[in-house]
């Protein structure tokens, strides 16, 4: 457990304030998945249809990782989460799908010696957005990289926006400008603010109307 400030901008009578906070980052338990599942369908309903997020998810990634598996309090209720596993991914940047890293029914790919720590959900209350949680939740992952002796960070983020443009440009073509600052997505840049690597897409990664199931390979390498 560990508690950090963050700081906010609003605006009071006409001037520009910044009001510190106080967060509680900690690890998740059992008696939260009620709640950061709730919190996950209410952010993103266009996936959370079916059993993309169920509760079994959260609860297998607690049973092989407890550590790896992160969430926010602030003002008394849970603004936010993280889940990560460790995997191998031969070759080092090959095509999977989300279901290939969470598993089917009762597995997943989690590898305790493996070399990877996979970023799966990142999700911050909207109510909460632009405090700095989410690059919070990131640095905490960064810092789990690190102390279990990892070498990268890798994740698949989909490409919420790409819907606007999938009659004019490739999946490719959309995360290269972005990446170039050319277009804004709402994940993928906020994955390259937080100094990730855009690698390549990953097709049919997870069903989602708003990316058309696509999806960007992203990678973070821990400093030598």
Same mark, same amino acid.
């Given at each position: 457990?560990?508690?950090?400030?963050?700081?906010?901008?609003?605006?009071?009578?006409?001037?520009?304030?910044?009001?510190?906070?106080?967060?509680?980052?900690?690890?998740?338990?059992?008696?939260?998945?009620?709640?950061?599942?709730?919190?996950?369908?209410?952010?993103?309903?266009?996936?959370?249809?079916?059993?993309?997020?169920?509760?079994?998810?959260?609860?297998?990634? +607690?049973? /092989?990782?407890? %550590?790896?598996?992160?969430?926010?309090?602030?003002?008394?209720? $849970? =603004? @936010?989460?993280?889940?990560? +596993?460790? /995997?191998?991914? %031969?070759?080092?940047?090959?095509?999977?799908?989300?279901?290939? $890293? =969470? @598993?089917?029914?009762?597995?997943?790919?989690?590898?305790?010696?493996?070399?990877?720590?996979?970023?799966?959900?990142?999700?911050?209350?909207?109510?909460?957005?632009?405090?700095?949680?989410?690059?919070?939740?990131?640095?905490?992952?960064?810092?789990?990289?690190?102390?279990?002796?990892?070498?990268?960070?890798?994740?698949?983020?989909?490409?919420?926006?790409?819907?606007?443009?999938?009659?004019?440009?490739?999946?490719?073509?959309?995360?290269?400008?972005?990446?170039?600052?050319?277009?804004?997505?709402?994940?993928?840049?906020?994955?390259?603010?937080?100094?990730?690597?855009?690698?390549?897409?990953?097709?049919?990664?997870?069903?989602?109307?708003?990316?058309?199931?696509?999806?960007?390979?992203?990678?973070?390498?821990?400093?030598?």
């Amino acid at each position: 457990m560990k508690t950090i400030g963050l700081n906010k901008e609003t605006v009071i009578n006409g001037e520009a304030l910044i009001i510190s906070t106080k967060v509680t980052i900690r690890n998740i338990s059992q008696a939260d998945i009620a709640r950061i599942v709730q919190l996950q369908r209410e952010i993103y309903p266009e996936v959370a249809s079916g059993q993309f997020y169920a509760p079994f998810f959260i609860e297998k990634h +607690l049973r /092989v990782f407890p %550590e790896g598996q992160f969430c926010v309090e602030m003002d008394g209720q $849970i =603004v @936010g989460s993280a889940t990560n +596993l460790i /995997v191998t991914l %031969e070759p080092e940047h090959r095509e999977h799908t989300w279901h290939d $890293i =969470v @598993g089917y029914g009762n597995t997943t790919s989690y590898d305790r010696n493996g070399d990877s720590l996979y970023a799966d959900d990142i999700i911050t209350h909207p109510s909460y957005r632009r405090q700095g949680i989410g690059t919070a939740l990131m640095k905490a992952r960064k810092e789990l990289c690190i102390k279990t002796g990892l070498r990268r960070i890798i994740g698949g983020g989909r490409l919420y926006n790409y819907c606007f443009y999938a009659n004019l440009i490739s999946p490719h073509e959309y995360a290269k400008r972005v990446v170039g600052n050319e277009l804004g997505d709402p994940v993928l840049t906020f994955q390259l603010r937080n100094e990730f690597k855009y690698i390549k897409i990953l097709p049919n990664y997870i069903r989602d109307i708003r990316s058309l199931n696509f999806a960007s390979l992203i990678e973070w390498t821990r400093p030598t």
